[in-house]
């Protein structure tokens, strides 16, 4: 299966305390943010230094050696995620050399682990500028930046002409010229994305996954997604629940 069809690049959790968050696998959470230039969630995953990162393997009788490798394969992992997720080669495996060649020259685990959240977010930011590169207004990005943040919610026209204080059929215009599709469609995508994610890497049923997206009913869900796909929402789980990590 195409790695495009896999992650969507949103991991759509939210900060706020009461919303219900999907059960991913914590991999897979961690890349797909990166991927998706979601910096603040990618700092947050990053709160724990690397050597205390639960079920970290032994690769060396040597921990610093041991969290060097490990380091290496996190950044070569980023880096195809990156790849992936329409950063270029060069610059996907530019940033990986720069730090690699970095933790080669540490002398103490406590400074691997403090240059792994700094890899981390430098990566992320480049994937959020690239999101935004094909934007030519402040306001269109603005819009991109809440609609992925509030996936789990009824976004209006009206909910993001107020935030971005834009008049509604103005936005919508420049929206259709900048992106290329209304802003209706393409919120519709971006759920759609995101609950394709939740069938794979989640246990939620369709009827909860309908829920938590905001769809407004379960079979309006199965519709739209069966429109899109071709396939019912547990057909697409049948065929595709957790698939390996590209790559592997």
């Known amino acids: 299966m195409e790695f495009n069809n896999e992650i969507f690049y949103k991991e759509f959790v939210q900060r706020e305390?009461?919303?219900f968050r999907a059960p991913y696998n914590p991999e897979i959470e961690f890349y797909s943010c990166i991927r998706a230039g979601d910096v603040e969630r990618v700092r947050e995953l990053c709160k724990d230094p690397l050597v205390d990162k639960p079920g970290l393997g032994r690769l060396s009788e040597d921990p610093l050696q041991n969290l060097k490798f490990h380091f290496v394969i996190t950044t070569a992992l980023v880096a195809r995620y990156c790849i992936q997720g329409g950063m270029e080669l060069s610059a996907a495996y530019g940033?990986?050399?720069?730090?690699?060649?970095?933790?080669?020259?540490?002398?103490?685990t406590e400074d691997i682990s403090k240059l792994h959240p700094k890899m981390c977010i430098e990566y992320a930011t480049r994937m959020r500028n690239l999101r935004k590169n094909a934007i030519c207004s402040v306001q269109i990005a603005q819009c991109l930046d809440y609609i992925y943040s509030h996936l789990h919610a009824r976004i209006t026209?009206?909910?993001?002409?107020?935030?971005?204080?834009?008049?509604?059929?103005?936005?919508?215009?420049?929206?259709k010229k900048e992106v290329g599709t209304t802003?209706?469609?393409?919120?519709?995508?971006?759920?759609?994305?995101t609950a394709k994610n939740m069938l794979v890497y989640s246990d939620y049923r369709p009827a909860e996954i309908a829920s938590i997206?905001?769809?407004p009913s379960q079979s309006y869900f199965t519709e739209i997604f069966h429109k899109y796909?071709?396939?019912?929402?547990?057909d697409y789980r049948k065929e595709n629940f957790r698939q390996s990590l590209p790559g592997t």
Do not use: W
Request: glycine letters at 2%.
């Open 157 to 175: 026209v009206h909910e993001l002409a107020e935030h971005v204080h834009l008049n509604e059929s103005y936005l919508s215009r420049l929206f």
């Open 229 to 234: 796909t071709g396939m019912t929402p547990v």
């Open 183 to 193: 802003i209706s469609e393409y919120i519709r995508r971006q759920k759609l994305e």
């Open 213 to 215: 997206l905001s769809f």
């Open 95 to 108: 940033l990986s050399d720069y730090f690699i060649q970095k933790a080669d020259k540490c002398r103490r």
């Open 17 to 19: 305390d009461e919303f």
